[in-house]
């Protein structure tokens, strides 16, 4: 089971975390993941993280400004969101992958999202 928390309304510019807590599984084999879905589109990748929190990847448009991390023992995933911008603005899923380096695809498990709005 995966959990989001952390979404909110936000201005441009300003940071939001998210957080992932996983239960079931043995956390440390799985990649981790986040997605997004914006209004009307569909849902699109954002960051990964392999099983042991060193390799990671990035959509190109959050390069630089998102970073995703990663505690095995408290089996926790965080995506900490920085210079955020309207076009950021989607419910962002938190997902599982069996296996051990980062991927864009492939997802077994899914959390429910939660929303994130980025509006002045």
């Known amino acids: 089971q995966l959990v989001e928390s952390g979404g909110g309304l936000v201005q441009p510019g300003d940071s939001l975390r998210l957080s992932c807590a996983a239960s079931g599984g043995a956390f440390s084999t799985y990649v981790m993941g986040w997605f997004r879905q914006a209004p009307g589109k569909e849902r699109e990748f954002v960051a990964t993280?392999?099983?042991?929190?060193?390799?990671?990847n990035y959509t190109d448009s959050v390069m630089g400004r998102f970073t995703i991390s990663r505690h095995n023992a408290n089996r926790m995933v965080w995506l900490q969101m920085n210079s955020l911008q309207p076009e950021d603005t989607g419910v962002y899923f938190c997902?599982?992958?069996?296996?051990?380096?980062?991927?864009?695809?492939?997802?077994?498990?899914w959390g429910q999202g939660t929303q994130v709005t980025v509006s002045s």
């Open positions: 997902a599982a992958h069996l296996g051990l380096y980062p991927t864009r695809q492939g997802y077994e498990y």
């Open positions: 993280v392999g099983g042991t929190g060193v390799l990671t």
